[in-house]
C-alpha cells in the first residue's frame, strides 16, 4: 500500500519537458520551432504555476527565446529571400 503523504508532489516533469521543448524550438526555429516553443512555454507556464522550479524558469525562458527566433526567422524568409531571389536572378 503507497502512503498519500509520502507521494513526491512537487515534480519537475513539465519543467524538464518545456526546458528540452525550447532547446528543440530553438534548434527548429521557423514555423515547427514557435509551435514546439508555445508547447513548452505552456508547460513551464504550468510548472510554474504548480510548483517554481530553476528548471521551470529556464524553459520559460528558452521557450521565450526560441519564439522570437522563430518570428525573426518567418520574417526573413517571407520578407528578404525572395527579394534575394530576384537579384540573382536579374
Not at 33 to 55: A, D, N, P, V
Request: with cysteine; hydrophobic share 55%; proline share 1%.
Amino acid at each position: 500500500m503507497v502512503d498519500k503523504e509520502k507521494i513526491d508532489v512537487k515534480s519537475e516533469g513539465l519543467g524538464v519537458s518545456g526546458f528540452t521543448l525550447g532547446i528543440i524550438g530553438i534548434i527548429f526555429a521557423g514555423v515547427y520551432g514557435t509551435i514546439i516553443s508555445l508547447i513548452g512555454f505552456i508547460f513551464c507556464m504550468i510548472q510554474q504555476k504548480r510548483y517554481k522550479t530553476k528548471i521551470g524558469k529556464v524553459g520559460l525562458i528558452l521557450n521565450i527565446v526560441a519564439i522570437i527566433l522563430s518570428i525573426i526567422a518567418i520574417l526573413f524568409s517571407i520578407f528578404v529571400l525572395p527579394s534575394l531571389n530576384q537579384a540573382s536572378l536579374t
